[in-house]
């Protein structure tokens, strides 16, 4: 197990590299410059660029870019907070613990919501209940995040005014509420619509039918037998949705004015900051492969038969 966490390591560098080079293509690949403005000169224009190393070749200004991250150095904001070391920004000022908590509570919800609900969903197949759950999660999974949002936003923010329809740093329990239903909505439907095919297919199994035979009550099939090797679908599924729910709140805290991490990147992007455009897709993508490594170990927790090792171990 030790030696396949190693290799997963030492691929998950190898990954991270080639995020980056990809990364730094395409940011390259738009004509202009991140300083091109209406009143800015051709002088102007050089000078900033030859302060921050955009006048060098782009296989310099790459190697330069995995040197300071090989140091714990992610550089400088260009243009949002000139100046400012952009690990400040997504460490230190906040944006990136929105995020989180935003993501954490919305991936909480879906968990304790889609889970139970794909159960029941199995447990009372062909019933009104599952037909009931099954057209409310297809339904959940066809809607956009934004519009979703949007008329939560409209419904129970401007027409009934429940809920602020700002929630900036989230200081209260109501300014949790949309933004965490908006976020959470897909991936509780899919988490049902997962769990129940999941369900059913491991109540439809031998080893249940011998428990059935057995006497054993239909509760503790259910809860001992069938949902632990139900849940290894899921438990795939989790690893990327985890990172994906916690960063790709982008849609969410534009529309909700939550000045977290996705926000402030979707503004970088607009503005050409190169290094905070960097730096944020590294972060994800480095989140995003400690979850997939993450999956792999609980796999063995819930069912003790995987076995992590690769054939030639």
């Known amino acids: 197990m030790v030696s396949y966490i190693l290799k997963r390591i030492v691929g998950s560098v190898l990954i991270l590299l080639l995020i980056m080079v990809v990364t730094f293509v395409l940011m390259n690949a ?23 190393g955009l006048d060098k070749p782009a296989h310099v ?13 992610l550089g400088t904001s260009l243009k ?19 995020s989180i908590k935003l993501g954490v509570y919305s991936l909480l919800l879906a968990i304790l919501v889609g889970i139970p609900l794909g159960c029941l969903a199995a447990y009372f197949r062909g019933s009104w209940l599952d037909g009931l759950l099954r057209v409310v999660t297809t339904i959940g999974v066809a809607i ?15 027409k009934i005014d429940i809920f ?9 329990f109501k300014s949790y509420v949309l933004p965490v239903i908006s976020l959470s909505s897909y991936y509780t439907c899919y988490i049902a619509k ?11 199994q031998d080893y249940i039918r011998t428990a059935r035979a057995k006497g054993v009550k239909t509760g503790a099939i259910i809860l001992k037998h069938a949902l632990r090797n139900s849940l290894i679908p899921v438990i795939t599924y989790l690893g990327p949705v985890t990172a994906g ?40 993508s480095a989140l995003v492969i400690i979850m997939m490594l993450v999956v792999d170990i609980v796999y063995k927790i819930v069912d003790p038969r995987i076995t992590l090792t690769s054939k030639e171990d």
């Open 194 to 204: 997962l769990m129940r095919t999941s369900m059913l297919d491991a109540i439809n």
């Open 80 to 98: 949002m907070q000139e100046g400012t070391p952009v690990k400040d920004i997504i460490f230190r000022q906040g944006k990136f613990e929105l």
């Open 144 to 158: 956009p995040t934004f519009v979703l949002a949007a008329l939560l936003l409209i419904a129970f923010s401007v």
């Open 245 to 284: 729910i916690i960063t790709g709140s982008f849609v969410v805290e534009s529309t909700f004015s939550v000045p977290g991490l996705g926000k402030y990147f979707v503004q970088c992007v607009m503005s050409r900051d190169y290094p905070i455009i960097m730096a944020t897709t590294v972060v994800l």
């Open 30 to 52: 738009i004509p202009g410059s991140p300083f091109l403005t209406e009143k800015s000169t051709p002088e102007q224009i050089a000078l900033a660029e030859a302060k921050y």
């Open 61 to 73: 200004q790459l190697w330069n870019y995995i040197k300071s991250y090989l140091k714990g150095d």
């Open 164 to 172: 602020p329809t700002k929630s900036g740093n989230l200081p209260n």
